[in-house]
């Protein structure tokens, strides 16, 4: 009997955990045609700006080169040799890459300016490690769907992998830095005080769905492997909301200083993923690619990540609630001490630099008339300052 009700209860728990996270009373209800646009900023190269729900921005406007060729990415970057597909798929395989001269430094130079952009406001840097355990990644929502492909690369010692062994894999290559910084605290009891936590990591992000998508397979835009730079905060549930715009407004700092014209949407319910309660996706325009593309996402998880983490904090003792338990005795305030009170923390994540689709972005918007690739005047100094490719 025993046995069998810890079988049923593992099963329920499995069910339950399946369950996604609720949603924002303002997020719209559907796929992704009715993403709210909240803000545009630039002028999209050689695409006029269709009327929307959307508020344009003042901000300084990139020049309108609708008469003139514009290259993709692909091409800019075989001409200055600054990524090798062939050679990657080759040693690896499809959608995998090498960044060479400028594009190496390009993608250092984006590194190290979101770091220091997020150092400079309070945020403590974390290298985090690139393998997790699959029970963390499970609980922090990468898991797919019933008709979707696993986003993960399983890791395993064994040389001799067959469908049917049935132990499931205990480690897993990490989808995003997001995953072992949500780890970090996992079972733990924070105090009120240490709240909120923010945090900004650098990892290598590993994504098995690549090329899932076929027009999206070209070049850079969906890749195996990635670095990225993530921010990430825990806090108390009562300022998860303001702590979202927080990131975003970062997020929008860093693009507008990157010169880019990109977008900022809201999400709709069937974009959110498992563990998003709201999320915000940032699109640049890509010239090259004649769409726009996401580069960036922020979301508020509230205490879908907590929950199966055991992620909590102790809040502060109120004047009521010393009040109340100078009134008790010493039996019934012992017994108070012994379980104190907890709840559960808000987490929220959002990708500062998501290397390749950024520097798909530089390529096909800084494009000049010479064929030159004007370098964003934010990363020349970590590029040795250079001011162009070519």
Known sequence: MEVELNRIEEEM?????????????????????????????????????????????????????????????????????????????????????????????????????????????????????????????????FQPRNDELSQNYFVSTSAHISSEDSAPYQRALSATAEIPLAGIYAGRILSESQLPIRMVGFGRAFRAEAGARGQDTKGLYRVHQFSKVEIFCLTRPEESGAILDEIVDIQEEIF??????????????????????????????????????????????????????????????SSSEEQINNDLNDIARQKIQQTPHTEFVHTLNGTAIAVPRMIIAILESFQRDDGKVKIPEVLRNWMGGMETIG
């Open 256 to 317: 507008r200083e990157l010169g880019l014209c990109f977008r900022i949407l809201d999400m709709p319910t069937h974009e959110l993923g498992a563990s998003a309660y709201r999320k915000y996706d940032v699109e640049a325009w890509m010239p090259g690619r004649g769409r726009w593309g996401e580069i960036s996402s922020a979301s508020n998880c509230t205490d879908y990540q907590s929950r199966r983490l055991n992620i909590r904090y102790k809040p502060s003792t």
């Open 13 to 141: 728990l499995t069910e339950g955990l399946k369950i996604p996270n609720d949603t924002h009373e303002d997020v719209r209800v559907g796929g992704e045609e009715v993403s709210k646009v909240v803000k545009i900023v630039g002028t999209p190269l050689g695409e006029p700006l269709e009327p929307s729900d959307s508020a344009i921005s003042s901000a300084t406007q990139l020049d309108s080169v609708a008469n003139k060729k514009i290259k993709d990415h692909v091409a800019i970057a075989k001409k200055f040799d600054l990524i090798d597909f062939e050679a990657a798929s080759i040693v690896t395989g499809t959608s995998w890459y090498y960044l060479r001269n400028a594009g190496a430094l390009l993608e250092l130079a984006l590194i190290q300016y979101a770091m220091q952009k997020l150092i400079n406001k309070g945020y403590t840097p974390v290298i985090t490690p690139d393998v997790v355990r699959t029970e963390f990644s499970n609980a922090c929502g």
